[in-house]
RNA sequence: GCGUCUGUAGCUCAGCAGGAUAGAGCAACGGCCUUCUAAGCCGUGGGCCAGGGGUUCGAAUCCCUUCAGGCGCGCCA
């Protein structure tokens, strides 16, 4: 049933404006007591004639009630409609019921692809905190499209090529061995990688000797491609062990390596639509006409940049998988190259510029200022987890001690509470790291919407009245009750909202009304009680409804939903 | 300097496709477990929505401007 149709239907002859403008019109008023839609009349008064209080009044005088629209009032100018609450609640809740996990979903994506970048990783680089952004606003808006039924590709642009590759055989050769290597991993490397900056300051020899192995490795000597490919295994290895963690998967990890040969022909197009020039010695595209510095294609010596890399892939993902969007989710440190690529993109001639979308986000810092990996003062992604996995299970150990599988709870509460506080705020929020509000499990958290979820499963549990049957959906005309209904209500809408945005945090932060609107419901009401099974029924089902909208919810921002803690 | 983003309660933030009395969480203080999970619920205090101007019946929200801060502006990615 929509609603917003029926009440437009209502008032179109009362009004000289279509349907859609009565519907555009109509809004959700922010307090329920205020009715559940109203249609501000301010706007018809110069039209009208007549004072916008005047105006309400006559519409609520001349409008009938019916089986749907239980009563019509006029306040200050406003239109208030109160729906019929047992027929819309039991409209909404069977719709839920009937979709089950699907619900929120939609079909909007049959047939269209979108292409995600994101998580990005760089080879012998340890992820730390700073990455963990881009990874889950990556998962949740793949996860978000794939409810709507789009087609995604979601992939890891690899950071596997440069001249730190030379460096890092350098300082291979130098410091460490295929044993030490395999056996510290990552952390191996990066201690390499820092023993070999500290001594190239006093030695530049090593730099030059470095640029020479990079350049093997570009002309595809066999030992610098073993090495190469062996610093890649390593690393690639002990990040899946973290996408196994965060229960994400990508389906491709071409990256920069993977674009080498593909830049040619780009810049072979760019030349012939003359929008290649020299200038300094390096060839840029011109973007002066559009406010824009330059945008790099070759440096001074003829090598690519990442510019040049971007373009390239833009295309690759265009030609191979014919993408409806591709989006790119970086920090907004990048913006000023995003636009740049896309605007050269759109001089090519290409059409599909306009598909691309730099999904930016505020960037993480420490107490102390920026965080760089060859200075070390890093935070790990790898202990971050463990860390706030290590303190949910002291909890779950403080507060339900006989509880089975505790590890597990923990696990998923842990993690569960570390992608949750990355999606609580809009994307470009800057971050403070802080230890204290990342391990806190109070208030607006995970585990506070999980418990809500366990909490409604126990119910559920306990009951040994059966969903299925008659129920009396009179029991839920409440306060509330009915501001459960109406937030489960909207859960679509703000799915929809969330990809059109491309704003996980939307989700987040409905999740946690739906939990706290329920928290409510059940210390004021008693779900299982002696009033008949049919009341009891429908009370379960708004429980179980609960249940189900939260688990999509934070199922679509990457959280499980333990059913007990 | 140019561009761009941000500025809302002590702290962290929501609200910013204009709408009714500006909301949460944390922190502080005070209540609620012999009944379905107290990782919960309720209450109290706390605001020149950075400043100024404009548009509008109506502005935290849109426009202009000032201030403060972040980020970016050719051979890194």
């Not at 002066?288 to 990442?306: H, Q, R, S, V, W």
Request: hydrophobic letters at 35%; one cysteine or more.
């Amino acid at each position: 049933m929509d609603y917003k149709k029926l009440i437009a239907g209502k008032l179109s002859d009362l009004i000289e404006l279509s349907n859609e403008e009565i519907e555009e019109m109509l809004e959700i008023p922010s307090k329920a007591e205020m009715g559940d839609f109203a249609l501000p009349c301010f706007k018809l008064s110069k039209t009208m004639r007549k004072a916008p209080p005047m105006i309400s009044d006559m519409l609520a005088e001349q409008l009938k009630t019916d089986g749907n629209i239980q009563k019509i009032q006029s306040v200050n100018g406003y239109l208030n409609f109160y729906l019929n609450k047992a027929n819309a609640s039991a409209d909404i809740l069977s719709k839920i019921m009937d979709s089950n996990e699907q619900y929120g979903g939609s079909d909007i994506g049959k047939d269209k692809t979108i292409c995600l970048d994101y998580s990005s990783i760089n080879i012998a680089k340890p992820m730390h905190i700073g990455h963990l952004s881009t990874t889950v606003i990556g998962n949740s808006l793949n996860r978000i499209y794939k409810h709507l039924g789009y087609n995604t590709i979601s992939i890891n642009h690899l950071g596997d090529w440069g001249t730190q590759f030379g460096k890092l055989i350098v300082a291979y050769k130098l410091y460490s061995s295929k044993e030490q290597v395999e056996q510290g991993g990552i952390a191996e490397l990066t201690r390499i990688y820092v023993q070999y900056h500290t001594d190239a300051e006093e030695n530049e020899a090593m730099d030059d000797e470095a640029r020479a192995w990079f350049k093997k490795i570009e002309m595809g000597d066999k030992e610098a491609l073993e090495l190469f490919g062996l610093f890649k295994e390593i690393t690639l290895e002990e990040v899946n062990k973290l996408y196994d963690m965060l229960e994400i998967k990508f389906d491709s990890y071409n990256g920069e390596a993977f674009y080498q040969d593909k830049m040619e022909p780009i810049i072979g197009e760019l030349k012939e639509k003359n929008l290649l020039v020299e200038d300094q010695g390096a060839m840029v595209v011109k973007l002066d006409e559009y406010n824009m510095p330059p945008c790099m294609i070759l440096k001074k010596d003829g090598a690519t940049l990442y510019s040049t890399r971007d373009i390239a892939a833009a295309q690759y993902r265009k030609d191979t998988y014919d993408f409806d969007k591709c989006l790119y989710v970086t920090a907004y440190q990048q913006d000023l190259h995003f636009k740049q690529f896309f605007k050269v993109i759109e001089l090519m001639g290409k059409d599909y510029y306009n598909d691309l979308v730099h999904v930016n986000y505020g960037y993480v810092s420490m107490e102390e200022g920026a965080m760089s990996t060859r200075k070390g003062n890093i935070i790990k992604l790898k202990d971050l987890l463990n860390r706030s996995v290590e303190k949910s299970l002291q909890i779950v150990n403080e507060k339900n001690p006989d509880l089975e599988n505790k590890e597990e709870i923990a696990t998923t509460v842990g993690i569960g509470s570390v992608i949750f506080a990355a999606l609580k705020n809009n994307r470009i929020k800057d971050i403070v790291f802080s230890w204290d509000s990342a391990l806190s499990f109070e208030g607006e958290t995970a585990p506070y919407v999980q418990y809500t979820h366990a909490r409604c499963a126990s119910v559920l549990e306990k009951s040994d009245v059966l969903l299925d049957g008659d129920a009396d959906y009179s029991t839920l005309d409440n306060q509330d009750a009915n501001k459960v209904i109406t937030l489960l209500r909207d859960f679509p809408e703000v799915v929809q909202n969330a990809a059109e945005k491309y704003e996980p945090s939307l989700i987040t932060r409905h999740v946690i009304e739906i939990a706290k609107a329920f928290n409510k419901y059940y210390f004021e009401h008693r779900i299982i009680d002696e009033d008949g099974d049919e009341k009891v029924r429908a009370r379960l089902i708004l429980s179980k409804c609960t249940k189900q909208v939260i688990k999509t919810g934070l199922y679509l921002i990457g959280v499980k939903a333990p059913d007990k803690m």
